[in-house]
């Protein structure tokens, strides 16, 4: 979801990756603007979590899956961590290493399921491009012709948005924008997501430039429901799960609680990583929606890796659609990494359909990642080589998942041997390093003996964004207290910053999103306007915070 925003700053650099999403980068960091860069790919991901003083780059050894697992484990703080590798059709390893929840030793398997977030845009991507195969829609197609209430901030946009622009991130929205509107869990429907994204203003022209969205995937899955007759879950299980056997998977954390063997969410609070509730977000399905396990996820690369057929030789999708989700769509920029990484760095990258692309060590891979509350996840396939990865995660953590990832890569292609664990654990804790020192130069910078420009009670009342809705400020004893009324856990105290700018603390500290909240003033002294901002640059992308123009609402007479 996030997940992944920094990384994932939701970065190819470093989202979800949403997706955000206190880390940093969910491995192809996903950020309006957002750079491919060596050490993170990913999200809709977030920013990077912090990796303990103690990790340090070592000799590479001998190629060793346990051992490299286990290491990542140790080094990154993970509780628990599911790999899918496939290699020229066959499954070298489906299996799980940690536990699934801290405090219990129930291990993670094979068959444990973990929120894969974004990753699910690829199953999104597969199910139009089956109905194209079909004759029931075609790529470019207007938008409007399948949903004839669809309608963005522009109306030239609305008529030119094509089938194609929905998975290509290139609607000229900024970088996780209306994501507060399922992120965290929140009341709005998948309908009344969709109905509000006119509101929403644009931040480049249309096809202009290359920044991750959500929404319209969430688009993508209603035109999927629409032409199944079903909801997105119930057709993504009929037209893909089911023909590959993928029976542990599911499209719902509701069903996912029910079924025996899945792992348990966990956050940072602080610096220690603390089990954390799940975040269903029923309402983002066809962006996210799917969780699945190693054993399951190494079907879906096989079937991919082997031009679209089934096990049974079924074609679920022609080669000639699966070619077209691997085709460049959206050119991505990509950014200069340090030393360390240099071999990482793509000499291209862009997003296709459903999928990032890039090349790494002379082979095209098409990858993302993906980040929810409490799960980062990504997934690699080199087509040339028939090689798939999958490196699953219950903690929001994209060093691990990056270390897994260079290191899988250069094993299966032949590359030198290099201490990528070392290498990024210690890029990692430079990058956190860093961002504190950013964040308490600003604290110990701020006009502390400034003063509001009003009586507290003042800033307090109803605010309204034109696509979120309100946002409330109340007194709670003796606190201030705001709530994002559709978004129950959304609830935070307030505390004066400097002169009109105050800072929001999240009751829920896992979310690791804390804001600034500053008011300008009309002439007469009264409130124009409540803007918002992060207070870290590691806060997910998906707390789309800058988006939001909160205007006071008149009291009622």
């Known amino acids: 979801m996030s997940a992944v925003r920094t990384m994932l700053n939701r970065n190819l650099n470093s989202s979800r990756i949403r997706l955000g999403k206190p880390a940093a980068a969910l491995a192809l960091a996903i950020s309006a603007g957002a750079a491919f860069s060596g050490a993170a790919w990913a999200h809709g991901e977030a920013p990077a979590s912090p990796v ?141 997501i969709i109905e509000r994204l006119r509101y929403i203003k644009p931040a480049t022209s249309f096809r202009n430039s290359y920044a991750y969205d959500n929404l319209l995937y969430i688009v993508a899955g209603k035109i999927i429901a629409d032409k199944a007759g079903k909801p997105w879950g119930d057709a993504v299980r009929e037209r893909i799960l089911a023909p590959l056997g993928m029976d542990g998977t599911t499209t719902s954390v509701a069903a996912m609680v029910q079924t025996a063997d899945y792992s348990a969410p966990h956050s940072k ?16 399905i066809g962006a996210v929606g799917v969780n699945t396990s190693a054993e399951d996820i190494a079907r879906w690369m096989n079937m991919l890796l082997n031009g679209g057929k089934a096990p049974d030789g079924k074609q679920l999708l022609s080669e000639k659609q699966l070619a077209e989700m691997w085709t460049a769509q959206t050119p991505m920029k990509i950014s200069e990494p340090k030393p360390p990484l240099a071999a990482t760095k793509p000499n291209f990258a862009a997003y296709g359909l459903g999928f990032q692309l890039r090349d790494y060590r002379g082979r095209k891979v098409a990858l993302h990642g993906g980040a929810l ?90 605010y309204q964004d034109a696509w979120y809705g309100l946002v409330t400020i109340q007194r709670e004893g003796r606190k201030q207290v705001m709530r994002f009324v559709k978004t129950p856990d959304l609830v935070g105290e307030l505390e004066h910053f400097q002169h009109d700018t105050f800072i929001v603390r999240w009751r829920q500290r896992n979310f690791n999103a804390d804001a600034y909240v500053s008011f300008a003033l009309n002439p007469d002294g009264s409130i124009e306007r409540m803007k918002m901002k992060p207070v870290s640059a590691e806060t997910d992308f998906s707390y789309d915070f800058d988006d939001l123009d909160l205007r006071p609402v008149p009291a009622k007479k």
Do not use: C
């Open 269 to 284: 609070v602080g610096e220690a990583t603390t089990v954390v509730k799940p975040m269903p977000v029923e309402n983002a």
């Open 373 to 462: 509350q409490g799960f980062y996840s990504r997934m690699l396939l080199v087509p040339e080589e028939k090689l798939g990865i999958a490196i699953f995660t219950n903690a929001e953590n994209s060093g691990a998942m990056a270390a897994l990832q260079w290191r899988l890569l250069d094993q299966y292609m032949d590359a030198p041997a290099t201490d990528w664990i070392g290498i990024v654990a210690a890029d990692e804790q430079a990058k956190h390093k860093e961002e504190l020192a950013k964040v308490s130069k600003a604290a110990s910078a701020r006009a502390a003996k400034s003063q509001p420009s009003l009586s507290l009670a003042s800033y307090e009342g109803e």
């Open 52 to 192: 303990p003083a103690a990790a340090s780059a070592a000799a590479p050894a001998a190629f060793d899956l346990d051992a490299d697992v286990n290491r990542v484990l140790r080094t990154f703080d993970v509780p628990g961590i599911a790999i899918a590798i496939v290699k020229d059709g066959k499954v070298l390893a489906a299996k799980g290493y940690g536990v699934r929840k801290l405090g219990d030793p129930a291990p993670v398997t094979g068959r444990t399921l973990f929120e894969v977030a974004s990753n699910s845009k690829a199953f999104t991507a597969a199910a139009l491009a089956m109905l194209v195969d079909e004759g029931k829609l075609k790529w470019d197609d207007p938008v409007t012709r399948h949903l004839p209430g669809f309608q963005m901030y522009d109306s030239y946009v609305t008529g030119a948005m094509t089938v194609r622009d929905l998975l290509t991130h290139r609607s000229g929205l900024g970088l996780g924008a209306g994501d507060l509107m399922w992120w965290p869990t929140s009341t709005f429907t998948s309908d009344e």
